[in-house]
């Protein structure tokens, strides 16, 4: 009798139930080859997930539906075979499983190699980079922006400071360095380096004072090997902004005494300066040429006999004249 029950328990329960449930594995042991092996590049996961989702709930509402026609189909298993079947069932499980960790693991493998392997571009990088004795040798003119902020950072952790080089060699949000002194307090330094007629702008003083905030720097400095336009200048008196021109920042790096320009780059700059005040002082005197002893500019006039000459764009007020 108990038997009797067991085997009918067996035929409308059991065998039914491990029938659906093999079909739901059969599907998702299929649909994993299919996707892994074809899909993967394209599909995301997690919409391979949400249909193998739809689909093995359509699996299950369909057995519900025909459930009579799902016991008519098992009720002539004997327990061996249902025994056979369910270790396969697991053999398959298991495979499905297996198969998608060692899948993502091969992903995260190719990821890691990919990470590891150096671009085209950093050899050539680290070739053209120039070690701390050959910046400590060189002009500003000789220098790469990237080589000019290590300048700078030498400079300030001989000085006492810890340097953090937030922003060498790429893209630095506005700060280059942060330095602390021993009372830790931070300061944001932005660095560049111009050409001498190259003036920093007002927009970088202001892209410092934003910054800093994000730094959690209190103070705030511009150093640059040029010098700032009169609006940058106003624009960091009012938002406190120390800056270093050229000239301050040449008296303060001879002052270290490590940072030493060879002879050959020294004239070079010499010989730049020496140009650059020769003509500001033309300008300065053309500019003196062309203004009144009143004190106003003069314009080009033409006499009744077709000559023309320099007079006072005041006149008549001044009848001042000048030949040309």
């Known amino acids: 009798m108990n038997s009797e029950l067991g085997q009918l328990m067996n035929q409308t329960l059991l065998y039914p139930l491990v029938f659906v449930a093999a079909l739901i594995v059969i599907f998702s042991f299929l649909g994993a080859i299919i996707y892994y092996q074809f899909l993967a590049k394209w599909v995301p996961e997690k919409l391979a997930s949400f249909v193998w989702f739809i689909g093995a709930a359509f699996i299950l509402f369909k057995c519900v539906d025909n459930f009579d026609k799902v016991k008519d189909i098992t009720k002539n298993w004997t327990t061996t075979g249902f025994v056979i079947g369910f270790i396969a069932l697991i053999v398959m499980f298991g495979i ?86 021993q009372r830790g307090e931070k300061t944001a330094v932005q660095a560049k380096c111009y050409a001498d007629r190259n003036h920093v702008g007002v927009g970088t003083v202001r892209e410092l004072v934003g910054a800093k905030r994000n730094h959690d720097c209190i103070l705030s400095l511009l150093i640059t090997t040029s010098d700032l336009t009169e609006p940058a200048k106003k624009e960091a008196e009012k938002f406190k902004v120390d800056y270093w021109h050229g000239a301050i ?36 005197a053309t500019s003196n040429d062309k203004l009144c002893s009143c004190g106003a500019p003069m314009v080009i006039r033409t006499s009744k006999e077709g000559k023309q000459f320099m007079g006072c764009s005041t006149f008549p007020k001044c009848r001042h004249t000048k030949s040309i």
């Open 96 to 181: 499905i499983m297996g198969l998608l960790p060692s899948k993502r693991t091969s992903s995260i493998k190719k990821s890691k190699n990919s990470s590891s392997r150096p671009s085209k571009k950093q050899p050539l990088r680290s070739v053209q980079e120039k070690s701390d004795h050959t910046i400590l040798d060189s002009s500003f003119s000789q220098l790469s922006g990237a080589e000019f902020e290590r300048l700078l950072a030498l400079y300030f952790r001989d000085q006492g400071y810890t340097v953090h080089e937030v922003g060498v060699g790429g893209k630095d949000g506005g700060v280059d360095l942060v330095i602390i002194d």
């Open 249 to 284: 920042l040449e008296q303060k790096l001879k002052a270290w005494g490590k940072w030493k320009p060879n002879q050959k780059s020294m004239v070079a700059v010499e010989q730049t300066a020496r140009a650059q005040i020769k003509k500001s002082q033309a300008e300065i």
